[in-house]
DNA sequence: TTTCTAGCTTGCATTTTGCAAGTGAGAAAT
DNA sequence: ATTTCTCACTTGCAAAATGCAAGCTAGAAA
């Protein structure tokens, strides 16, 4: 269990995502990555140990969790459920400013900006349309 | 100078404020903090050596600024600059996360959810009003 | 049956954070 | 005009988080 250094939202929500790379996982997730390799692929590249607890204590704090594995999968995929698709518009915020306020930063994909919570942790994950 | 591990523009801003503190710190400026001594009295408690510390981070990230100490005044006090105070959306999204996510969270006060950016940083700042 | 690959774990060095005590400059008190 | 006090730090050292490189394991592919 994660503990809280007061009972301040802002205090507390940096309890939880408050260090160098949970925010960069969940944006990444935002955008499109399912799979342990698919974090490791990231350009900020994370170390392997690092990136295995931080998934661990994501889905503990049930902001990740693990989709089932199916026929011809080894693993289940990583998902951001509701609670942790409900950081979007933090995650925005951050970016926005990123791009206003600091100098040659890259223009992030469309779909940052579009994501919305609502568009996760839909009851089933389509693979493909039928 | 800080260095950025990518170009991303949320990965860069976390690495000037994705610490434990520097939120935190912010946070106490918006809803009034402006001395040392205000910020070693925030309930979270944070040590005097990370304070010194972040406060020196914070201004050579042209975050926070230290106003000319005055007569009678022993030193200066901080204050949000522009960039520091653009912050304050980004802080307001993640209030919300921890109000809405997390449970039994404190409500933050008034100001925290009335304050904008273009609040802080005023060419002159008001003691009482004439 | 061997080889390959994804998804981790382990061990150890480095960096960051935390605690407690100490310091120095100016304000207040005697 | 000394002593005392307080605010704003600094210093030293312990503990925790992060980073790097190598190794391991289960199932898929050859």
Redesign the pocket.
């Known amino acids: 269990m994660t503990k809280f250094?007061t009972g301040c939202p802002i205090a507390s929500t940096l309890d939880i995502v408050g260090?160098?790379?949970s925010l960069v996982i969940i944006r990444a997730m935002v955008v499109g990555a399912t799979?342990?390799?698919?974090?490791?692929a990231m350009p900020e590249?994370?170390?392997?140990?690092?990136?295995?607890?931080?998934?661990?204590r994501l889905e503990d704090a049930g902001l990740v969790r693990?989709t089932q594995a199916r026929?011809?999968?080894?693993?289940g995929?990583?998902a951001l459920t509701a609670k942790g698709a409900a950081l979007i518009p933090a995650l925005q915020a951050l970016a926005r400013w990123g791009e206003e306020e600091l100098p040659d930063r890259w223009t992030p994909p469309e779909r940052l900006y579009a994501a919305q919570p609502a568009d996760f942790d839909k009851p089933t994950m389509v693979t493909s349309a039928s």
């Open positions: 250094r260090d160098k790379w799979s342990y390799s698919d974090f490791l590249k994370i170390a392997t140990n690092i990136l295995a607890e931080r998934l661990r693990q026929q011809g999968a080894t693993r995929a990583y």
